[in-house]
């Protein structure tokens, strides 16, 4: 099973202290093992409640041995004005009671990786955060125990066609103490919703703002590592598991950089961009060229590109060498030419 954290912070004042709220989100993936049904932290896990017979989802369900089903998160299809209904079950693995308070979010992607987070309670949701109603937003779960709570994603009759990702999530209500620090913190497990409303779907996925950065060195084979950094943006409506593969062709087309099958550590969600930064190591100390960049989704129908110019070299260092061979070039000949001359006299 695989999880991620994403944090916020908030901040009290009680007298002089600055206490800081973090909230530590553990999410599934979107391809979680076989073997894996709840997003969990250790001490509570949050998971759909085990459907009927066949299971609600033949792609997210797996049989269990009692005749029910398995799922590893929600997903959902709906046209504009319906409602869908589930289950989620909040597990209690810890030896004491742990009351937890229960809402849903949007999900979008960290700008920096492209991972999966939700947005904060305090903040505005737009789709699966506002059309999501829990029939009890607390409960008290015993210690060992699990509870189960019925919600509704009411989808309003206006809902844009597309892909809808959220979360509905437990949060710890009793705020933890860093060792040593004056700085609280809260944590919280979520069950993801994968909610698709039914109309044109229409994918799209773009490549902009390619960059290379590299300190040139004053001499070659003495600079650091350098980094080529690209934006992926989804203007479609349709999640995407983009594949980035990147290439550095140089001097007489010679490829000096090759990383392929680059992926983000979740889906590209709609109408998010990630801004994604791949190390290249030790690049060739007398080197110039382009990097060519290619973005895929994973059934191959979108392809997209991009490139910049790089370069490894010092111009400057380059050309005094130059220079300097020459001179140097220019002395031999001249100090030939002188003993030629001498020795004709």
Do not use: C
């Not at 130059?322 to 030419?337: A, Y």
């Amino acid at each position: 099973m695989h999880l991620f954290r994403t944090q916020l912070t908030h901040h009290r004042y009680a007298a002089v202290l600055i206490t800081a709220l973090a909230l530590a989100l553990g999410l599934l993936t979107a391809g979680p093992p076989p073997d894996a049904y709840a997003a969990d932290n250790g001490r509570w896990s949050v998971f759909p409640a085990k459907t009927g017979k066949d299971g609600r989802d033949g792609k997210a369900g797996k049989k269990a041995a009692n005749g029910k089903a398995h799922r590893a998160y929600f997903q959902m299809k709906a046209d504009p004005g319906r409602t869908v209904r589930d289950k989620v079950t909040v597990s209690n693995l810890a030896k004491e009671p742990v009351t937890f308070l229960l809402y849903a979010a949007d999900a979008y992607n960290t700008p920096r990786d492209g991972g999966f987070a939700v947005r904060e309670p305090t903040e505005k949701q737009r789709s699966v955060g506002v059309w999501t109603r829990l029939a009890r937003s607390e409960v008290t779960v015993p210690a060992g125990g699990r509870t189960t709570v019925p919600f509704t994603v009411a989808v309003p009759r206006t809902a844009s066609p597309g892909d809808h990702p959220g979360a509905v999530i437990a949060l710890d209500k009793r705020v933890a103490r860093a060792k040593g620090t004056g700085v609280g913190i809260r944590q919280a497990v979520g069950a993801r919703i994968y909610l698709q409303v039914n109309g044109e779907r229409r994918p799209g996925l773009s490549v902009q703002d390619v960059h290379f950065d590299y300190e040139v060195p004053l001499l070659p084979g003495f600079g650091k590592d350098a980094t080529v950094t690209y934006t992926l943006v989804n203007n479609g409506n349709v999640q995407l598991e983009p594949r980035v593969d990147l290439k550095a062709k140089g001097l007489f087309g010679r490829t000096s950089f090759d990383s392929a099958g680059n992926k983000l550590p979740a889906e590209l969600m709609p109408g998010q961009r990630v801004r994604i930064t791949q190390k290249w190591a030790a690049p060739p100390p007398l080197d110039w060229g382009n990097v060519e960049l290619t973005a895929s989704d994973k059934g191959g129908e979108l392809v997209e590109s991009g490139s910049t110019a790089y370069r490894t070299v010092n111009w400057g260092v380059l050309v005094t060498l130059v220079l300097v061979v020459l001179v140097l070039i220019v002395g031999v000949v001249v100090r030939r030419h002188r003993a030629r001359s001498a020795v004709r006299s």
